[in-house]
């Protein structure tokens, strides 16, 4: 499509991209949703608790086996060796390092060695659902959150749980057991389930049929140069956004229609959960508001597991080990570390360089919004407008420059993850501006009084 004229291309849009799309992505996910539905009937029967972990632990592997088919085994043998080490240091204080030094070696061994680079990346999300699952349960053991040894069925539930083993989103083992329990399924469980899945395909259609060809067909800016290598930066980073938007929302969907992602206030049931917030990424405050609405359970436990233990360390190095932690669940390619370090010296330098500022001015300039009863004696006037707005413009400016490199056009590069000549060449096309930028404010940071 991108040789049509505009005329010619809205006419096709619809017929060549839009359509073709949605009905694609509804065929690949229709069993994923009719399993997870069928696994909420039976959590509605009066059925053993065994039964029924027995029954989600079939469901989870079905649906490995749809999308993945043999490579499933990886998953299963990881979740086998999860209890196994869990079992074997039943007694340990340090069940949660243990497991994290476990789940790192076996993530090396395969990526570098036991599976194709292809099949590794397609089961990539699954690998890390496991992985997290299982961490974040035995820290809890470590802690006292989760009292008892699960036994090995109700530990595969909870990993295999079918509405989180395939998209996410990660939830706790708390929170497995009190969906296992089962809300009654009223009309706001329905409408969640729907308005989910609606927006994911909406998002998907976007991604797919409307971000690639922004310019000039969506928005009529013709350019060359350096000037068009930033528009076609934007329009690589939009497509990837939405991407994760389509995810995040058919995850919420799952879970939801599985029977989990609900909160309780006295009598009733919230179904609440939000996995991505787009309008604060798309339109940021600051970047640390793009990393927190960006995938809110992944945040969640990225902060209660891992920086909060490494803030012994310091603010800094505990936030490298946060984003490194984070580089490390996603594989082990150079662009997805690059950008998640890069990533975690603009959130710290955003942070360190507004809070600074938020004391000298006092005004409400901070990465997050202030609360109503701040001591900020300055709170809407036009500089605290003009300071979060110029933050805010600088946000959308570091993500087009980390999304730069996440081509639509590169479908092999993207099966096998983009390496790193890719990644440095589209950052030197940029003139590598990102680091640059974020080195200045650091300067900046450290000559302001």
């Known amino acids: 499509m991108g040789s049509f004229s505009r005329q010619d291309f809205f006419r096709e849009l619809s017929r060549g991209c839009v359509f073709p799309t949605a ?14 539905l069928g696994s909420r009937l039976v959590w509605r029967v009066a059925l053993p608790a065994w039964l029924k ?46 497991l ?35 961490i974040s349960l035995g820290f809890d053991l470590d802690q006292g959150s989760v009292g008892t040894m699960p036994s090995p069925l109700e530990f595969m539930g909870y ?13 706790s083992f708390s929170s497995y057991r009190r969906a296992v329990d ?37 928005i009529p800016v013709y350019s060359d140069g350096l000037l068009q290598r930033w528009l076609a930066a934007y329009e690589n980073a939009v497509s990837f956004h939405f991407s994760n938007y389509f995810v995040a929302f058919l995850s ?23 996995v991505s917030r787009p309008l604060d990424v798309d339109l940021p405050r600051s970047m640390v508001s793009v990393v927190t609405s960006w995938n809110q359970p992944m945040s969640r436990w990225l902060n209660t597991y891992v920086f909060r233990s490494a803030l012994t360390l310091g603010r800094f190095p505990a936030i490298l080990v946060t984003y490194s932690a984070s580089a490390l669940l996603h594989g082990f390619s150079f662009h997805l570390g690059a950008v998640l370090l890069t990533l975690g010296f603009i959130t710290y330098v955003e942070h ?13 300039v901070l990465s997050k919004r ?51 000549s890719h990644t440095l060449q589209r950052w030197k096309q940029l003139g590598w501006s990102g680091h640059w930028v974020a080195l200045a404010l650091w300067v900046i940071y450290k000559l302001l009084p």
């Open 370 to 420: 202030c609360p109503a009863a701040c001591p900020h004696r300055n709170k809407t006037g036009v500089v605290v407008r003009l300071t979060n707005v110029t933050f805010g413009l600088l946000a959308i400016f570091y993500l087009t420059y980390l999304g730069s490199f996440f081509d639509t056009d590169s479908d092999a590069e993207e099966e096998e993850g983009y390496g790193m």
């Open 182 to 218: 089962s809300q009654p399924m009223s009309f706001s469980w329905f409408h969640k389930v729907m308005s989910s899945m609606v927006k994911s395909i909406l998002y998907l259609v976007v991604s797919t049929c409307v971000a690639p060809y922004l310019f000039p067909y969506f």
């Open 252 to 274: 919420e969907a799952t879970l939801t229609l599985a029977g989990g992602g609900f909160t309780l206030h006295k009598e009733s049931t919230h179904w609440d959960m939000w």
């Open 352 to 364: 360190v360089l507004r809070t600074k500022m938020a004391t000298m001015l006092s005004a409400c």
């Open 159 to 171: 990993i295999y749980f079918v509405g989180t083993v395939i998209f996410g989103p990660w939830v």
């Open 23 to 36: 009905q694609q992505g509804l065929e690949q996910v229709w069993p994923l949703l009719a399993v997870c």
């Open 100 to 134: 994290s030094a476990t789940i790192l070696v076996y993530l090396l061994l395969g990526e570098l060695h036991m599976v194709t680079a292809v099949s590794w990346h397609k089961m990539r999300g699954a690998q890390m659902i496991v992985a997290m699952k299982a």
């Open 53 to 98: 972990h027995l029954a989600t632990v079939a469901g989870g592997l079905y649906c490995l086996h749809h999308f993945f088919q043999r490579q499933m085994v990886w998953v299963v043998l990881l979740s086998v060796m999860c209890y196994a080490m869990l079992f074997l240091c039943r007694r340990s204080g340090h069940r949660g390092v243990l």
